[in-house]
């Protein structure tokens, strides 16, 4: 109840502190990522969806590439998979200083790995198995793991490690996830909408359990989850005479 204040107060007061819980992973960019990529195949390459999956940080795509893209694809109002798949030739006024050559080769990289794993999902009577089969295939071919970990070591170097402990732990749980979605429901047909309806309610599912990274700190617990040991000094947060 009080671990927004304490995140933010604790800091401005230079102590250092750690928040016993688990962290639902709805934020995290492998999450934004997957649910980004299936508004993509339900809603066919809108500005909206395409550009939340480039900017998950996990599309491999430079920041200044996407920035790129997206002017073009304002300008000129695209969207669906076949404005995408096609060579991109008009520029736009004001955009002259746009090298269409360097432009297309942006789309490439970036439409590419979607239009494999759009297919799978156009699949009339498309499994559960066979949708997350497609999805495990693209997040393994296109180094999303290496990502993470790559993210993870950052905030371990910034001192974040509770962020760097999620972002280790965030890719085999999701695979967790696939497993166990697959072994109830694998032979099942769904349509794409409920298939992501059905990933949604996974991953809210889906909690990380974090360590502190040092004992010199203060620990904010639940009194039903943590467990502490040689304790000098202990504060009740929220007790009144009716709790």
Do not use: C
Not at 105 to 115: Q, S
Not at 143 to 154: I, N, P, T, Y
Not at 173 to 189: C, S, Y
């Amino acid at each position: 109840v009080y671990s927004h204040y304490i995140e933010e107060i604790f800091p401005d007061y230079g102590i250092p502190v750690f928040l016993d819980y688990k962290r639902n992973v709805l934020e995290n960019p492998m999450v934004e990522f997957l649910r980004a990529f299936l508004e993509i195949a339900e809603q066919d390459f809108t500005y909206e969806s395409v550009f939340r999956y480039l900017r998950s940080g996990l599309a491999g795509m430079e920041p200044e590439d996407v920035d790129v893209l997206e002017n073009y694809v304002l300008a000129l109002g695209i969207r669906g998979h076949r404005r995408w798949a096609a060579p991109w030739e008009t520029l736009y006024k004001g955009g002259e200083h746009v090298n269409l050559t360097v432009l297309n080769e942006a789309r490439e990289r970036a439409a590419a790995p979607l239009f494999a794993l759009r297919e799978a999902f156009k699949k009339k009577g498309a499994t559960v198995w066979e949708m997350t089969e497609a999805l495990f295939r693209f997040l393994d071919g296109g180094g999303v793991e290496e990502r993470l970990l790559s993210m993870a070591s950052d905030f371990s170097g910034e001192g974040a490690y509770s962020l760097a402990k999620e972002y280790e732990q965030v890719y085999e749980l999701v695979m967790a996830m696939f497993d166990r979605l697959v072994h109830l429901l694998g032979d099942e047909k769904v349509s794409r909408r409920e298939y992501a309806q059905i990933l949604d309610a996974g991953f809210g599912e889906i909690t990380v359990g974090v360590i502190p990274a040092t004992v010199d700190r203060v620990v904010v617990g639940d009194i039903t989850r943590t467990r502490l040991d040689q304790i000098k000094v202990l504060f009740f947060i929220g007790v009144n005479e009716g709790i």
